[in-house]
């Protein structure tokens, strides 16, 4: 009965909440309230467990990947879908999937978390499988210094039960330290061969010129996924001593080295059971996640929104993203999802959109913004700290050009609402 209450009123809340836009975790704050063991219970219905995926950047878009490729395989699975990576958002999705008996139709979770909300999760959910991203300044403010968060992901690393899968290029997931003494039954790696390590700069090396960036692999474990080579969108992936070419629908480099991650995780997964040509078919046809480089069609012309949240994830962005012939929008919030501390804003390089320019600078740090571009001596023409009216005032201003807009967590999921009223927008709830 406890959990029907809790179904009826979390549905109910969710129904309320979908009608004002959408994209809520209320549910799931409240229904953890009322009824604190729903997630676990619910969770604890899957035949195949829990997948755990976490670290600074690019837990959305790999967790999208992975759910899709496991999807070519047959299997029915739930997921944290809106990017929600607190427990409240897993069980806010959950709500959202369980029918009114409380029954959760699905074969295995794919779950994104907050690198220091998944330590509260696998307090109570124990997962089966992990993928250990990066370690990367981001929310200092929240996170504190980079190696309290590398410990906060060996927590999880050690609640794992069957399998991990970690970047041997990060310094800090690549190490015997963070993985040795795991209890897991299998650890496995991913990583890009080491002609390609300048284009994923550590934390560590990301501060220095590129002539000289000596990131030293780690040891590659058994049944490594590697990246071989990588031309914009195509790439050449290895494992089993066979290479495999892909072309990916995803922009960004950085989207390259998520899909090997990915690959590696569902071949841990699937283990012999794989079907490798229906999981690479699916890889190629992966669309962005929302607001990572998501296009929305706005009065016949395409414009991008490019999450940005510290400074490996925007100067990635900006050598991945062409700017020539696109007007260019940055919104900076430094709302708590975003992280108060934009600080990390003077790590970035800005020289590249020198020639471009910045058309609009907005949000509640358009000012920070527009004195740190100043600094790089990239031009900009407006700032406007409303997002609304900055964002009516550039697609009127560029109505006829390719559009694209950096931007911080909170600052897209408002620019999103903004759009969805004059163009089509994928509601995620």
């Known amino acids: 009965m406890r959990t029907q209450s809790t179904i009826l009123v979390g549905k109910t809340i969710k129904q309320l909440m979908r009608l004002r836009g959408g994209g809520s975790a209320l549910p799931g704050l409240v229904a953890e309230r009322i009824d604190p063991g729903f997630m676990q219970r619910t969770l604890a219905q899957l035949p195949r467990g829990v997948v755990l995926i976490s670290g600074t950047n690019g837990k959305t878009t790999t967790t999208k990947m992975v759910v899709e490729l496991l999807e070519s395989q047959g299997l029915t699975v739930f997921t944290n879908r809106t990017g929600s990576n607190f427990t409240r958002g897993v069980t806010a999705a959950l709500l959202g999937s369980v029918n009114a008996l ?17 330590v509260h999760f696998v307090r109570r959910v124990k997962p089966t499988y992990s993928l250990f991203l990066n370690v990367l300044r981001d929310q200092l403010d929240r996170f504190g210094e980079i190696d309290h968060t590398a410990r906060l992901l060996k927590t999880i690393a050690e609640a794992t039960t069957d399998g991990i899968v970690i970047n041997r290029d990060d310094p800090r997931i690549g190490s015997t330290a963070f993985y040795g003494d795991v209890s897991a039954k299998t650890v496995r790696s991913y990583g890009v061969d080491a002609q390609l390590l300048k284009l994923f700069p550590s934390d560590d090396s990301m501060r220095e010129a590129d002539a000289v960036v000596t990131t030293t692999q780690s040891t590659i474990l058994n049944n490594d996924t590697s990246l071989v080579s990588v031309d914009g969108q195509s790439a050449v992936i290895r494992y089993a001593d066979t290479d495999h070419s892909v072309s990916l629908k995803l922009k960004g480099v950085y989207n390259v080295q998520n899909a090997v991650g990915a690959v590696a995780l569902t071949r841990l997964i699937m283990q012999a059971d794989l079907d490798e040509s229906a999981m690479f078919t699916a890889l190629e046809s992966v669309e962005p996640a929302f607001g990572r480089g998501e296009t929305i069609i706005v009065d016949g012309q395409p414009l991008e929104l490019v999450l940005v949240k510290n400074p490996s994830g925007f100067r990635l962005s900006l050598s991945s993203f062409d700017s020539a012939d696109t007007a260019i929008m940055i ?9 108060r501390d934009m600080s990390w804003l003077w790590d970035v390089d800005f020289e590249s959109l020198v020639q471009q320019g910045v058309a609009m600078v907005s949000g509640v740090r358009a000012y920070d913004m527009a004195l740190r571009l100043d600094y790089d001596k990239v031009q900009f023409d407006t700032v406007n700290p409303s997002l609304s009216a900055a964002l009516k005032q550039f697609l009127s201003t560029h109505s006829d050009s390719p559009k694209r807009i950096f931007c911080t967590y909170t600052a897209m999921l408002a620019l999103r609402k903004e759009l969805s009223k004059i163009a089509e927008v994928e509601v995620i709830s």
């Open 102 to 118: 409380g029954k959760l139709d699905a074969d295995i979770a794919v779950l994104e978390l907050d690198e220091a909300h998944a």
């Open 331 to 339: 919104a900076i919030n430094d709302n708590y999802a975003d992280g």
